[in-house]
């Protein structure tokens, strides 16, 4: 698994049930010894993108939870290109901070990095401090989506 200049971003609320998805799922990756050379980065609702990339940074995979109109627990797997951002594909107010960023660094005259999202369908957003059953039970899933998108940058 290629992990230089790899970083995966968890974004959410986890007092908010499944839209702590991509907090715990930097938890969990931080127990495998695999994921030992990507930056995991815990990015909490709102993440200063900018303040978080360095030269060295050039891909990123966000995970968040994303309604998206599917099933409870479907995973999305969407690239954020410019075209994205200008019709507003993406639906996680989480985001918008991201995407702002990603404007930004390209205007200061750099070249942005290649973001991915793999996003997941919530079944419950209440307060509380655990995942949905439903959710839940798809971690593997979840997991598993974000290892093979890490192994399709070798």
Do not use: F, W
Request: proline fraction near 5%; hydrophobic fraction near 40%.
């Amino acid at each position: 698994m290629n992990k230089h200049g790899v970083m995966v971003l968890g974004i959410g609320n986890p007092l908010c049930r499944d839209d702590g998805i991509g907090i715990r799922v930097i938890e969990e990756m931080r127990k495998q010894d695999e994921y030992g050379g990507i930056r995991l980065i815990d990015g909490g609702t709102s993440p200063d993108l900018i303040s978080l990339l360095d030269k060295d940074v050039e891909r990123i995979i966000i995970v968040d939870a994303l309604q998206g109109g599917g099933l409870h627990g479907d995973i999305y797997h969407l690239d954020l290109r410019e075209e994205n951002i200008a019709d507003g594909a993406v639906t996680s107010l989480h985001e918008l901070g991201v995407l702002d960023s990603l404007k930004l660094i390209k205007k200061l005259g750099q070249q942005p990095p290649q973001v991915t999202v793999i996003g997941i369908e919530p079944a419950d957003t209440s307060h509380g401090l655990h995942l949905s059953p439903v959710i839940e039970a798809k971690l593997p899933d979840i997991m598993r989506a974000v290892k093979s998108e890490i192994e399709r940058l070798d």
